[in-house]
């Protein structure tokens, strides 16, 4: 079975979209780059960059935001799903010399393009977080648009709210002492 991995689209690559349908095996599509250095940047997932660097044979991904919480737990369901599959080294899943940043060894095999493989299991298990990253997005969406745009039965119009001289729970008055809970009262302004 070979695995065909292009980088580019078709029509950079002179060969148009017929012509690529026709050809069997295996079409994934991905925000994939190539570096200088010859690894393959993937950028599809929202919280981390995959990369993989077929001169060391290994996968690393790093951090797109150091204050987001939810960076290792995506690295940590992408290198499992990796492992469950047999595309990474289960004792080489470690830390990287980059802050935020967990990497691991792709076996060697001389019978599989192990790099191949692997990009084609990165593209499956995005393709599996696509639901989820959906539905953050959307649910974001709708928390700005309740915010933004809320219902008529939970805003006001601007003046509809009568004045009064109290309002809310804080009196300009009371002013809690230092050491302990009893309040004093100033008059005095």
């Known amino acids: 079975m070979a695995i065909t991995v292009k980088i580019g689209s078709a029509a950079d690559n002179g060969v148009s979209d017929a012509e690529l349908a026709q050809r069997p095996g295996i079409k994934v599509r991905l925000d994939i780059r190539k570096t200088l250095s010859g690894d393959l940047l993937i950028s599809d997932h929202p919280d981390i960059d995959i990369v993989v660097i077929p001169k060391a044979s290994k996968i690393l991904t790093l951090a797109k935001d150091y204050n987001s919480g939810v960076v290792y737990g995506a690295q940590s369901r992408l290198f499992d799903f990796l492992q469950s599959r047999g595309v990474v080294d289960p004792i080489s899943i470690q830390g990287g010399s980059i802050y935020a940043s967990l990497e691991a060894s792709i ?9 191949k493989i692997a990009v084609l299991n990165i593209a499956r ?28 039965e939970y805003s006001t119009e601007l003046g509809q709210v009568s004045q009064s001289a109290q309002k809310g729970s804080i009196r300009h008055n009371l002013v809690r002492g230092p050491y302990g809970l009893s309040l004093y009262n100033y008059y005095g302004m």
Do not use: G, H, M, Q
């Not at 076996?107 to 790099?115: F, M, T, V």
């Not at 953050?136 to 933004?148: G, P």
């Open 125 to 152: 298990w995005l393709e599996e977080e696509r639901p989820a990253l959906e539905f953050l997005e959307d649910y974001e969406e709708a928390v700005d648009d309740n915010i933004t745009d809320p219902d008529k």
């Open 107 to 115: 076996p060697e095999d001389s019978e599989l393009p192990a790099i």
